[in-house]
């Protein structure tokens, strides 16, 4: 029985301590903030040993692996004296998929992770396939693993839980896109934030298949870097491809092995250039595991989208109001911003993550009339935008945010949150800061 220390007792820590108490490990949970008292009842439910509000050195370092969370930097002391002892530091799905025999489908990007990995879910579901969701979407995969019999899993994986996976191999992986995120946690290397994209390609064999998408420059300068055996399916919209997926004459055209696919992208039920992406890639994907065509056309015309993804909340005095509070990045804004019809009021700002917001000043110029800062913190967003709009105010509550937009948004605009940085400021996470923006809509 080997001794096995969790750091952080969120959804993916608790998760790996139930796991690791199920097979018999001398499991200890910290965490240096409070637990929620669910994780604590689920802790004792499972006879898990935990301490909250700090961590006790003798309690870890006798550890013979740490399991930690991914929001948990490298370079915190507790880690780096982890480190130091040679005691390996894994994930949480590294740890899972010691135990998981199941098929894996594992998506990761910049941005259309969530939308991607819940239309390939679906589509399997639809299909009538016995499958799991986990990963950085839905209940912990650990837990999953521990509890559940599945014989696929759909994982979306950030760069951070790539970080801390060695042996773990995909069946199937994707790779939507890379455009700088996250580059606070990768010393501002774009080139660390890419290895550890290109990290979902590891162990991969040639019975196993790699898609990526043939248009993103940064993912193409890269491929010839990686050792992978994996098959590879690229899609585009710019090229047609030999077999993958590709857009011509309004339709898209999915190819592999000798079946083939296809549908009118106005069929689509999420519209939009990034979510033709998402639609080819989860189409690959079906074809790979032998869905058949009337199911994907059925799952792909009838896909509701995701929660705080450009999820269009109420008209309120002929204007609309868009929760798209899961844009973290840039990239993200962009693509909800190039998507607008109408003026727009943007709602953008929180935690900045060594954000360059130059791609977005053309947008902004020809579509956002006023931006609303909603962040502790908005010197760099006033720094870029306040010559190229109206005007710009500064709020720090989703409910302030709204109010504002109310008072000076003209029939016919659009008010969007797309806050292009991460919630940590003023929030718990991109959920709660949408749902507070939804709620505070809902009033008006």
Known sequence: MSRVVILGGGESGTGAAVLAAVKGHDTFLSDINTLKDDAKALLEKYSVQYEEGKHTKELILNA???IKSPGIPDNI??????????????SEIEFAGRYDTSRKICITGSNGKTTTTSIIYFLMKNAGLNVGLAGNI????????????YDYYVLELSSFQLDGMYEFKADVAVLLNITPDHLDRYNHELDKYVKAKFRITQNMSNEDCFIFCADDEIT?????????????????????????????????????????????????????????????????????????????????????GVEHRLEKVLKVKNVLYINDSKATNVNSSWYALESMNTPVIWI????????DYEPLYDLV?????????????????????????????????????????????????TVLLSPACASFDLFTNYEERGRLFKEAVKKL
């Open 64 to 66: 013979d692996l740490v």
């Open 77 to 90: 002391p507790i880690v780096e004296e982890i480190c130091e002892r040679g005691i390996p530091v894994i």
């Open 138 to 149: 839905g209940q912990s995969y650990a837990y999953q693993v521990a509890t559940e019999n």
């Open 220 to 304: 193409i300068q890269n491929l010839d870097k990686i050792v992978s055996h994996a098959r590879h399916l690229p899609f585009s919209q710019n090229h047609k491809v030999e077999e993958g997926a590709y857009t011509e004459d309004d339709k898209m055209h999915v190819i592999y092995n000798d079946s083939s696919y296809q549908m009118f992208l106005k069929e689509l039920s999420l519209q939009g250039k990034h979510n033709v992406y998402n639609s080819m890639a989860a189409a690959i994907t079906g074809k790979v595991l032998n869905i058949k065509n009337d199911v994907l056309r059925e799952s792909l015309m009838s896909f509701k």
């Open 348 to 355: 953008a700002g929180g935690k900045d993550k060594g954000n």
């Open 365 to 413: 110029k020809e579509k956002v009339r006023a931006i609303i800062c909603l962040g502790v913190d908005n010197t760099k967003l006033h720094k870029n935008f306040e010559d190229k709009v109206e005007a710009m105010y500064d709020v720090l509550s989703a409910e302030e945010a709204v109010r504002r937009a109310y008072e000076i948004a003209l029939p016919g605009e």
